[in-house]
């Protein structure tokens, strides 16, 4: 029996090896446009059953006969490609990258933020908001702000005396909001996100922003939720592009061309890759003349801003590994122009900001199912304010005053690594470290602090059949400085109710380490004596969210989907301003407030062949922190309400090659409770407003592109404000400054491309 049985497993050998002596195997990679991979595409030779799917990676391996076929590269969104290949005996043939186009109607589909592996939107656990590059393109937009603004939940708040501009997200400041480039922390001196402003949005390819805590995959200041600016990547095989940019725009009423009054913008970008390198760079210049307004003489309401932008790019894509640096400078001076006084003597201000960017990041996949990825980046940013007297010849001369020639230089270095592990189609885990070092000088910094950062971190998804996916979070910390929480958690999912009904939820304990600036920074001139305060403690929060989306349709040429969120967070220990307990001349930073928010939003999406719309309305409430002392205050409303309503439609003129842009937004009435003597209550109003602009744009020929249009059509500057609070340097009081009115613009793009 034991020789039969040996003989018949010979036999059966024998026969599979000589059915496998006339297969072959063809390999390779699928890639979207930003290089991306796309994974989860079906590939198979037509008029037969041989098939396979791409994994998380994009790579696939298919098995059949020898001969030629026509490959069938297809997927629900990306233009389906047929390659002919030639299938040969015994050989394994490596195919150069595939790279799949995406429809209209599959624009927006891919996010990476906060995502174990690049992944559809349907599929993600977490509610990822997207702004692709044709809107960016559309709206004529030169700073990241511009865009940004247009956004459900999202306002900006000018400071004219600094000349900077600081947001919110779903009623939270600036300061718990995470900006992202590529995944890696932007560097802010304080509260404000500048860097939002110093980012090259020629360089940008699209944004997605994530509301709620982000804090166990992004560390601290994700309270808020992460704005991630993706930049433009790779494309495959061997090219040469050339693009330029200029654009021309006035200020208001006002304007001089290419140069003084009103916007100036000029772009010049390089790419050049071959199969496996690519090298890029750009250079942009930004200039804006500044808007008088109703200032008299030399000043200006919106102040004169200089701004060069440098990006610089290497790349190299192999197989299985990838690694590229990527640099990104900027070099911004922005100018006070001071009121003359008697003596005809005026004093000038420049606020001069220099940060120097770079980043490495490298990925390798170890096999199918391990992939490692490895983050470094550093860096150096300074603000100087170079104080001048002007006499009445126009002679300048240094100002001797206190604090008059300040200069604030913040540095950070930052690693993270992380490892993602596919251990079944229902079960993968993605774990890794986080370092960062953060230090700082100057004259109003006490002493060289550094701060040193360290976490761990695991995410594992769970999937339950094709119904309910889980990710749980963990991030364990330690502040070498300030009393950070050890523990952070977080869980989200996404419950797939029905073919076209999806449900996501989540809960996510947020943190926000004090800034340097709040620990460190002393500001004492003749009226002020603010004091850092070494003793504070991180703040964090507890926030729940809920989103259900309905795909209404998801056809070929039509795709409607509609969503319904909702939102309440609750933040302990906030850090705010409060008059020192050891004495009270002086201000300091103090853990002392309880803040919550709580809100609602409705974004209604239509796409077909020739239009994106959107449609959609939000109604926020911030805490009112007088409510809960209803024996000193009187009965008091907990919240604090605003709403917003926002409408975009693109619509493309396909044979005459033209599109049309129309957007809207109006940001209703912001209310605010407040004290002057900590006895009586008045209810303070920042009134409503309306924004709408429309931008054209016309292709010709192969090369160029010229677009052209009206920003803030219906001219608004400055909003009413009833607030009394008039008193401080950080007060709320006065006319709310949002923009220098209708402004007219028209702007030139050019790209070649030897292929």
């Not at 908001?129 to 393109?137: A, L, N, P, V, Y």
């Not at 003084?260 to 890029?280: D, M, P, V, Y």
């Not at 947020?510 to 305060?533: C, K, M, T, W």
């Not at 403690?537 to 409607?560: C, G, I, M, P």
């Amino acid at each position: 029996m034991r020789s039969i049985f040996t003989v018949l497993c010979l036999l059966v050998s024998i026969a599979n090896t000589y059915a496998q002596v006339g297969n072959g195997v063809i390999e390779g990679k699928l890639i979207l446009k930003d290089g991306l991979p796309a994974s989860s595409v079906s590939l198979f030779l037509k008029g037969t059953s041989y098939g396979t799917q791409s994994d998380s990676a994009g790579f696939f391996s298919l098995k059949a006969p020898a001969g030629s076929y026509q490959l069938v590269v297809k997927s629900i969104g990306k233009a389906e490609r047929m390659i002919k290949v030639q299938i040969e005996a015994g050989k394994t043939i490596q195919l150069s990258d595939i790279q799949l186009a995406e429809t209209p109607l599959a624009l927006m589909e891919m996010v990476v933020t906060g995502q174990s592996e690049p992944q559809s939107l349907r599929n993600s656990v977490y509610q990822v908001r997207t702004i692709d590059s044709e809107r960016i393109r559309m709206r004529g937009a030169t700073t990241l702000q511009a865009v940004l603004n247009t956004e459900l939940g999202i306002r900006f708040s000018n400071d004219l005396t600094l000349g900077t501009s600081d947001i919110q997200l779903m009623g939270m400041s600036g300061q718990n909001v995470k900006v992202l480039l590529d995944g890696i922390p932007m560097v802010d001196r304080g509260s404000t996100r500048e860097s939002l402003g110093q980012i090259d949005i020629n360089s940008i390819e699209r944004i997605e922003i994530v509301e709620g805590p982000m804090s166990v995959m992004y560390g601290t200041d994700a309270l808020a939720g992460v704005i991630n600016l993706i930049t433009k990547k790779n494309h495959s095989g061997s090219n040469m592009i050339v693009s330029a940019r200029l654009q021309e725009e006035t200020a208001g009423k006002e304007y001089d061309p290419l140069t003084e009054r009103g916007a100036h913008n000029q772009s010049l970008g390089l790419t050049w890759q071959s199969q496996n390198l690519q090298f890029s760079g750009n250079v942009t210049r930004n200039n804006f003349g500044g808007w008088q307004g109703n200032a008299v003489g030399r000043e200006k309401e919106w102040l004169p801003k200089e701004q060069m932008l440098y990006t610089a790019g290497a790349r190299y894509q192999g197989s299985k590994w990838n690694v590229w640096y990527r640099f990104n400078g900027a070099d911004e001076t922005i100018r006070y122009f001071g009121r003359r006084n008697v003596e005809l003597t005026a004093v000038d201000k420049d606020y001069i900001s220099k940060r120097w960017f770079h980043q490495v990041q490298s990925e390798y996949k170890v096999s199918e199912k391990l992939n490692l990825n490895a983050v470094m980046s550093y860096t150096d940013y300074s603000r100087r304010t170079l104080t001048t007297n002007v006499d009445a010849n126009d002679r300048r001369t240094l100002s001797l005053d206190a604090g008059a020639q300040d200069k604030s230089v913040f540095t950070t270095t930052f690693f993270r690594g992380t490892a993602f592990y596919k251990v079944s189609h229902g079960f993968s885990v993605l774990a890794g470290v986080d370092f960062s070092n953060n230090a700082s000088s100057g004259a109003r910094i006490s002493g060289s602090p550094t701060i040193g950062e360290y976490a761990l971190f695991i995410a594992p998804e769970v999937k339950i059949g094709e119904v309910l996916r889980l990710t749980p979070g963990l991030r364990f910390l330690q502040n070498s400085v300030y009393d950070a929480p050890p523990v952070i958690p977080s869980l989200n999912g996404k419950l797939t109710i029905s073919k076209n009904l999806d449900y996501r939820f989540g809960y996510a304990r947020g943190f926000r380490s004090p800034a340097l600036r709040e620990l460190y920074f002393d500001f004492v001139d003749a009226s002020h004596q603010i004091f850092g305060n070494t003793n504070l403690k991180a703040e964090y929060s507890d926030s729940f969210n809920s989103f259900l989306v309905w795909q209404a349709a998801s056809k070929a040429h039509l795709r409607v989907t509609s969503t319904i969120g909702g939102f309440y967070n609750i933040f302990h220990d906030q850090i705010g301003f409060a008059t020192d307990p050891k004495d009270a001349s002086k201000t300091t930073y103090l853990n002392i407030h309880l803040f919550k928010t709580t809100g609602f939003t409705i974004d209604n999406k239509l796409f077909t062949k020739h239009i994106q719309a959107s449609i959609g309305a939000s109604y926020v409430g911030r805490y009112n922190q007088f409510s809960a002392d209803p024996e000193l205050y009187g009965e008091l409303p907990q919240f604090e309400w605003s709403p917003e309503i926002n409408a975009n439609l693109l619509y493309t003129f396909t044979k005459i090659r033209a599109g049309i842009n129309l957007f809207y937004k109006y940001t209703g009435k912001l209310p605010n409770y407040e004290s002057a003597d900590l006895i009586s209550v008045n209810l303070a109003e920042t009134a409503g407003y309306h924004m709408a602009d429309i931008t054209i744009n016309k292709a010709f020929g192969k090369y160029v592109n010229l677009l052209g249009g009206v920003k803030n059509l219906l001219g608004v500057t400055t909003l009413n404000n009833t607030s009394t609070d008039t008193g401080n340097a950080h007060s709320t009081g006065g006319a709310v400054p949002m923009s220098y009115g209708r402004s007219w613009f028209l702007g030139l793009n050019f790209q070649w491309s030897k292929n």
